[in-house]
């Protein structure tokens, strides 16, 4: 709970540092305990020491005006943009000067590619700041071109920030290729199995512990792993993006919010090898709207409860969504042995269209195949709302799964216009329930005469989870 707390207060605790940005408090608050060697050499340290600068009063060179804002060219730091040369030093210092400025932008132009490697652009920065990517950014191509000392776990890092903008006609390329050919990913071994060898491949975009963040219009494709993730984050508005990547591409998810509250995801494509959408742990107030997905694994809850943890996930809504050619559509994924809720779900209006698993709710997660313990515990599952769920599933998987936990039923399952057809080929198996309980409030197809009604009689005894 800690880290919520931590969160629930982040708008206040920024707001009031940012009174006072370069203050050796708000340095020793933000960077202590960073040991990450891309964080030494981000530009945060620098904005805080860097003098303070009027809006009035632009650096001497590099920045044009305009009457209202600032424009901090990538190229009037030195970047050359001609798609070798590594331009990282001129982002960071075109960065350092605009988040000095009110309402100003890092404009990276339409007619360049510009290699960054692995960079923390960090706040506190005056509000108003856009990251207006025109042109294309890419990292070093695959694991061998990554500095040995850069961090493999993140590339652009969005760190301690509040009212920030990143968009653009632009594209963010991951080359992530090499990186999903690693022999430690699935698949790359004999017989699906994977080999040893490092693992560790770079999120693309990561916000973390930021505020009252807008992410779009951008093109994001081809990450070597998650292409954005906003971690211990709040008031995130996501629109109008593109983000593509094979379907053979493992651990691609799209977007990836966890720790995260009040979140707006509207109008997106995306079509990858994992995720569509995934909700960690301590997410609450998504709302989901107009989304097209596939290839891919469709849109998660989940996975929660990894590890014996607590997680809590609550009124989160996908309204208005297609799932195309997808491993499962909609699907809520909890570890045996977790605990904590997951409540407050509704999807509506989602067209499937050839997916296996439509509708899965699977309390028996487990990544490593035949190491998982069976376990009592359990995340709570309640609340889960499917309205106007239609389109067609691939039958190799029954299209609705409920496979809730032994000890701790799955409550509040309601069903309205629920219409799923073979894409090809007859249905195999009928729908499964374990535990599950809840309303029909039409008759779906195909029936499912496994889902329990009313309440189990032992839910008195269910421990009120701590969310
Ligand atoms: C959020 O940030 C935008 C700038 O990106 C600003 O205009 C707006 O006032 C901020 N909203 C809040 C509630 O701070
Ligand atoms: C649920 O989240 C929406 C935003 O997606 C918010 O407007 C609404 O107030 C939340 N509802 C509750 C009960 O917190
Ligand atoms: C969803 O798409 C419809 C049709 O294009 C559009 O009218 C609506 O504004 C979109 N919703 C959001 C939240 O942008
Ligand atoms: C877990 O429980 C299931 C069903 O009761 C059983 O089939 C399975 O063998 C158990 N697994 C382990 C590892 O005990
Ligand atoms: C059942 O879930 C719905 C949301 O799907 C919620 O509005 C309702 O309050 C829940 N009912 C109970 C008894 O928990």
């Not at 605790?13 to 933000?30: C, D, K, Q, Y």
């Not at 960073?34 to 009035?56: D, I, L, M």
């Not at 309390?363 to 490593?368: F, G, I, R, T």
């Given at each position: 709970?800690?880290i919520l707390?931590?969160?629930?207060?982040l708008?206040?605790?920024t707001?009031?540092?940012?009174?006072?940005?370069?203050?050796?408090?708000?340095?020793?608050?933000?960077?202590?305990?960073?040991q990450?060697?891309a964080?030494?050499?981000?530009?945060?340290?620098?904005v805080?020491?860097?003098p303070?600068?009027?809006p009035?009063?632009?650096p001497?060179?590099?920045?044009s005006?305009?009457?209202?804002?600032?424009?901090f060219d990538?190229?009037s730091?030195?970047a050359?943009?001609d798609?070798s040369?590594?331009d990282t030093e001129a982002f960071?210092s075109a960065?350092?000067?605009?988040?000095?400025?009110?309402?100003?932008?890092v404009?990276?132009p339409?007619?360049g590619?510009f290699i960054l490697?692995?960079?923390?652009?960090?706040?506190?920065?005056?509000?108003?700041?856009v990251?207006?990517?025109?042109?294309?950014?890419m990292p070093?191509?695959?694991?061998?071109?990554?500095?040995?000392s850069?961090?493999?776990?993140?590339?652009l890092v969005?760190?301690?920030?509040?009212?920030m903008?990143l968009?653009?006609?632009?594209?963010?390329e991951g080359n992530?290729?090499?990186?999903?050919?690693?022999?430690?990913?699935?698949?790359?071994?004999p017989?699906?199995s994977?080999?040893?060898?490092?693992?560790d491949s770079?999120?693309?975009?990561?916000?973390?512990?930021?505020?009252?963040?807008t992410?779009?219009?951008?093109?994001i494709e081809?990450?070597p792993?998650f292409?954005?993730?906003?971690?211990a984050?709040?008031d995130?508005h996501?629109?109008?993006?593109?983000?593509?990547?094979?379907?053979?591409?493992?651990?691609?998810?799209?977007?990836h919010?966890?720790?995260?509250?009040?979140v707006?995801?509207?109008?997106?494509?995306?079509?990858?090898?994992?995720?569509?959408?995934?909700?960690?742990?301590?997410?609450?107030?998504?709302?989901?709207?107009?989304v097209?997905?596939?290839?891919?694994?469709g849109?998660?809850?989940?996975?929660?409860?990894?590890?014996?943890?607590?997680?809590c996930?609550s009124?989160?809504?996908?309204?208005n969504?297609?799932?195309?050619n997808?491993?499962?559509?909609?699907r809520i994924k909890?570890?045996?042995?977790?605990?904590?809720?997951?409540?407050g779900?509704s999807?509506?209006?989602?067209?499937?269209?050839n997916?296996?698993?439509?509708?899965?709710?699977?309390?028996?997660?487990?990544s490593?195949?035949?190491?998982?313990?069976?376990?009592s515990?359990a995340?709570?599952?309640?609340?889960?709302?499917?309205?106007?769920?239609?389109?067609?599933?691939d039958?190799?998987?029954?299209?609705i799964?409920?496979?809730?936990?032994?000890?701790?039923?799955?409550t509040?399952i309601?069903m309205?216009?629920?219409?799923?057809?073979?894409?090809e080929g007859?249905?195999?198996?009928?729908?499964?329930?374990?535990?599950?309980?809840?309303?029909?409030?039409?008759?779906?197809?195909?029936?499912?005469?496994?889902?329990?009604?009313?309440?189990p009689?032992?839910?008195?005894?269910?421990?009120?989870?701590d969310?």
């Amino acid at each position: 709970m800690g880290i919520l707390r931590a969160l629930f207060s982040l708008c206040v605790v920024t707001s009031f540092l940012s009174l006072g940005p370069r203050s050796s408090l708000g340095r020793s608050h933000f960077h202590k305990g960073k040991q990450s060697s891309a964080h030494r050499v981000n530009g945060g340290h620098r904005v805080v020491e860097s003098p303070v600068r009027s809006p009035a009063e632009p650096p001497a060179t590099g920045a044009s005006t305009s009457l209202d804002s600032c424009v901090f060219d990538v190229r009037s730091f030195g970047a050359v943009g001609d798609g070798s040369t590594d331009d990282t030093e001129a982002f960071r210092s075109a960065w350092r000067a605009a988040c000095s400025v009110e309402s100003a932008t890092v404009l990276v132009p339409s007619d360049g590619v510009f290699i960054l490697t692995s960079t923390i652009f960090s706040g506190p920065c005056e509000p108003g700041l856009v990251f207006q990517v025109d042109g294309v950014i890419m990292p070093p191509d695959g694991p061998d071109n990554w500095p040995e000392s850069d961090s493999k776990h993140q590339w652009l890092v969005f760190y301690q920030l509040e009212g920030m903008t990143l968009r653009g006609e632009g594209t963010i390329e991951g080359n992530g290729e090499d990186w999903w050919n690693l022999p430690c990913k699935p698949h790359r071994g004999p017989h699906g199995s994977t080999l040893p060898g490092p693992c560790d491949s770079p999120v693309l975009i990561r916000f973390f512990v930021s505020c009252n963040l807008t992410v779009k219009d951008l093109r994001i494709e081809n990450s070597p792993q998650f292409h954005i993730k906003f971690d211990a984050c709040e008031d995130v508005h996501i629109e109008g993006l593109s983000i593509s990547s094979p379907a053979f591409s493992p651990n691609t998810d799209g977007i990836h919010i966890e720790n995260t509250r009040s979140v707006t995801i509207y109008n997106n494509m995306i079509g990858n090898g994992d995720d569509c959408i995934s909700i960690g742990p301590g997410c609450s107030d998504v709302d989901i709207q107009n989304v097209t997905c596939g290839p891919g694994h469709g849109i998660s809850i989940g996975s929660l409860g990894m590890h014996n943890s607590q997680a809590c996930v609550s009124n989160v809504s996908v309204k208005n969504a297609v799932v195309r050619n997808s491993d499962n559509g909609v699907r809520i994924k909890t570890w045996q042995g977790g605990m904590g809720s997951v409540s407050g779900i509704s999807f509506d209006n989602v067209y499937m269209e050839n997916v296996r698993n439509c509708i899965i709710i699977d309390q028996y997660y487990c990544s490593n195949k035949g190491y998982c313990q069976n376990q009592s515990s359990a995340v709570y599952v309640s609340g889960v709302s499917y309205a106007n769920i239609k389109g067609t599933y691939d039958v190799r998987s029954p299209p609705i799964h409920f496979a809730c936990s032994d000890t701790l039923p799955c409550t509040n399952i309601t069903m309205f216009e629920v219409e799923l057809l073979p894409h090809e080929g007859e249905l195999v198996d009928d729908p499964f329930c374990w535990n599950a309980y809840g309303a029909m409030q039409t008759a779906t197809i195909p029936p499912i005469p496994c889902l329990q009604d009313g309440q189990p009689e032992s839910l008195q005894e269910i421990a009120s989870p701590d969310c």
